[in-house]
């Protein structure tokens, strides 16, 4: 059974600080990673994709990739209130497989 | 203005009862998802389908149907045989290069 873990959080964060958000994934021949931000009764949004290994930035946020560790973060810097949301991590091998998400919670 | 459209947004219907969601799209992309989606769980797979006239089942496709007659539509019948049909359901398309996903807005349905 393929996987994709993810700690369920909450994971409470200063307003300002770093947020760093953690996935693995059970699947080795995986190609494709995605995090997705999804607030509270919405769908998910796409934040970023990353596909080789190393860091991705984008804004604030930065997607770090590490195939033999079979582990892909998200880190976002400067976190504010909206930043406040479930993030779920999504990795593509054959077909695409979802974390159940991280719920992230900024402290103002 | 480019996106994936679901409606309604909230749907009720009495137990024994077939109800079609709808979902289109005009971004053009071949593949499109239907999910679904329970309070602290995560997605899971109902029907896809990655080119008109065909779709695959997911990992829990009993009591569901779908249908792929045009490349922007892909509607998603919950059938009386769903034991559980009461969530948040999720249709999205992919891209054919990146294989990004985009979510349409959900519709939530309740049965009672």
């Known amino acids: 059974q393929k996987e994709v873990e993810q700690n369920s959080g909450p994971l409470s964060v200063p307003e300002g600080a770093i947020a760093s958000l953690n996935c693995t994934y059970s699947?080795?021949?995986?190609?494709?990673f995605f995090w997705y931000r999804q607030y509270s009764g919405k769908s998910p949004e796409l934040i970023m994709s990353i596909y080789s290994n190393g860091d991705k930035e984008d804004g604030r946020f930065t997607a770090q990739l590490n195939k033999a560790s079979q582990y892909v973060s998200l880190l976002i810097r400067d976190s504010q209130p909206s930043d406040s949301a479930t993030y779920l991590c999504?990795?593509?091998?054959?077909?695409?497989?979802f974390g159940k998400g991280t719920r992230l919670h900024i402290l103002p | 203005d480019g996106g994936i459209t679901q409606s309604p947004k909230y749907l009720f219907r009495k137990e024994g009862q077939n109800v079609t969601l709808s979902c289109e799209q005009n971004l053009n992309h071949d593949a499109m998802y239907w999910y679904r989606q329970d309070p602290g769980q995560g997605l899971r797979l109902i029907y896809y389908s990655q080119i008109v006239n065909d779709f695959q089942k997911g990992d829990i496709a009993e009591g569901y149907s779908v249908s792929r007659e045009k490349k922007e539509s892909f509607p998603l019948t919950v059938t009386s045989a769903q034991k559980n049909p009461t969530a948040f359901y999720l249709c999205a398309t992919q891209e054919t290069v990146s294989y990004e996903q985009y979510f349409g807005p959900g519709t939530r349905l309740t049965v009672t």
């Open positions: 999504a990795v593509r091998g054959d077909k695409i497989i």
């Open positions: 699947d080795r021949v995986s190609q494709s």
